[in-house]
């Protein structure tokens, strides 16, 4: 019994549970954008920073359980789902944690405002991709009972049905984000060059959190899969 390994002290000898919270953090993460989003409209910077230093923090959290996990999950596990699975989507979870992040530095540093035009679109867009992550958490979640049924019977089927839910709300953030898109090229040439190629970034980086939240569950489907 590892007594002494710091992951089997938090969670047990499974791997799962740490998992499972180390996606939450993430989805931690995503959630505060909102409110760092609120802030930057307002025009409340020492706001934004509270709100980016909330991020910064939960972000390094869920580095030191990636860590943690990459450390000490052993190599053989008795479990029908494989060392190299569970560490890649590990890593899948982690790069939205990071891209949250991104985005909030980005905005902060540049002290970004959207354009009062696409504030609306923006909200709701960053919204969907949101509901995208906490989706892959929900599934995420379900781990525990597809070990409990060896990843059979009607928890797959759940688990599959979770996980279509998680494309068709992906592909809503596809629709939403072609529609800012669209409405910032035609606002292009009352913007500053600069402020434009920024603005693009940071959707292509709100619609990069759903298509994470996508590859979560393409990796758990895998898992159901194998």
Same mark, same amino acid.
């Given at each position: 019994?590892?007594?002494?390994? &710091?992951?089997?002290? #938090?969670?047990?000898?499974? &791997?799962?549970? &740490?998992?499972?919270?180390?996606?939450?953090? +993430?989805?931690?993460?995503?959630?505060?954008?909102?409110?760092?989003?609120?802030? %930057?409209?307002?025009?409340?910077?020492?706001?934004?920073?509270?709100?980016?230093?909330?991020?910064?923090?939960?972000?390094?959290? @869920?580095?030191?359980?990636?860590?943690?996990?990459?450390?000490?999950?052993?190599?053989?596990?008795?479990? &029908?789902?494989? *060392?190299?699975?569970?560490?890649?989507?590990? %890593?899948?979870?982690?790069? !939205?944690?990071?891209?949250?992040?991104? !985005?909030?530095?980005?905005?902060?540093?540049?002290?970004?405002?959207?354009?009062?035009?696409?504030?609306?679109? +923006?909200?709701?867009?960053?919204?969907?991709? !949101?509901?995208?992550?906490?989706? @892959?958490?929900?599934?995420?979640?379900?781990?525990?009972?597809?070990?409990?049924?060896?990843?059979?019977? %009607?928890?797959?089927?759940? +688990?599959?049905?979770?996980?279509?839910?998680?494309?068709?709300?992906?592909? *809503?953030?596809?629709?939403?984000?072609?529609? !800012?898109?669209?409405?910032?090229?035609?606002?292009?040439?009352?913007?500053?060059?600069?402020?434009?190629?920024?603005?693009?970034?940071?959707?292509? %980086?709100?619609?990069?959190?759903?298509?994470?939240?996508? *590859?979560?569950?393409?990796?758990?489907?895998? #898992? #159901?899969?194998?």
């Amino acid at each position: 019994m590892a007594i002494g390994n &710091p992951l089997y002290n #938090l969670f047990g000898k499974s &791997p799962i549970k &740490p998992l499972q919270e180390h996606m939450t953090a +993430v989805v931690e993460c995503a959630e505060a954008l909102q409110d760092f989003l609120a802030a %930057s409209i307002a025009n409340d910077w020492p706001a934004a920073e509270q709100v980016y230093n909330r991020i910064y923090t939960t972000e390094r959290r @869920a580095d030191e359980l990636k860590k943690q996990l990459r450390l000490h999950m052993p190599n053989g596990l008795f479990m &029908p789902v494989s *060392r190299t699975d569970l560490l890649e989507l590990l %890593s899948v979870q982690d790069h !939205i944690a990071n891209r949250a992040k991104d !985005i909030a530095g980005l905005m902060l540093g540049r002290q970004m405002r959207i354009p009062e035009i696409l504030q609306d679109a +923006v909200k709701e867009f960053l919204g969907a991709s !949101i509901s995208a992550t906490r989706q @892959a958490l929900k599934a995420i979640n379900e781990l525990d009972e597809l070990l409990e049924t060896g990843f059979t019977g %009607s928890e797959v089927t759940f +688990v599959e049905e979770l996980i279509e839910q998680l494309d068709e709300l992906e592909n *809503r953030t596809d629709i939403l984000e072609r529609d !800012i898109r669209h409405r910032l090229f035609k606002l292009e040439t009352a913007l500053a060059p600069v402020e434009v190629m920024f603005l693009y970034q940071i959707i292509d %980086s709100i619609g990069e959190l759903a298509d994470l939240a996508e *590859r979560v569950g393409g990796r758990l489907q895998l #898992l #159901l899969a194998r």
